[in-house]
């Protein structure tokens, strides 16, 4: 079945920088639109980043100019640069996949998440 499986969170300090890793098993990676969610203690689950199968991208206006999604079709993976960390970028991180298929009906999957802290 479909998999997702996030890597590459930890501990940074402020103004460092992580990659984020999503490698997706099970499923037609290049058919599915692909994001980075986030979920701070205490607050709901935000996008914080998505990439559309045609490459098309966008960003919650809180990282704009700081992180940048990507993705290999030939690796079935999708990427979250994030640069010039700040300690609100602190959260749980997700990998997520959706597909419409021909018939309309829409397909969603979800890694476990990785953690990103972000503290001096």
């Known amino acids: 079945q479909v998999r997702l499986a996030e890597s590459g969170g930890g501990l940074v300090q402020p103004g460092g920088s992580l990659r984020l890793s999503c490698a997706a098993s099970?499923?037609?990676?290049?058919?599915?639109?692909m994001g980075w969610y986030r979920q701070a203690p205490g607050k709901q689950r935000e996008l914080v980043a998505a990439?559309?199968?045609?490459?098309?991208?966008n960003y919650a206006d809180s990282v704009k100019g700081r992180f940048t999604i990507s993705r290999d079709n030939a690796k079935n993976t999708v990427y979250l640069q994030m640069n010039s960390l700040k300690a609100e970028d602190t959260a749980v991180y997700y990998c997520?996949?959706?597909?419409?298929?021909?018939?309309?009906?829409?397909?969603?999957?979800w890694g476990q998440g990785t953690q990103v802290t972000v503290s001096s």
């Open positions: 997520n996949g959706a597909l419409r298929d021909h018939r309309g009906v829409e397909y969603v999957h």
């Open positions: 099970g499923t037609i990676f290049s058919m599915y639109a």
């Open positions: 990439i559309t199968r045609g490459g098309s991208t």
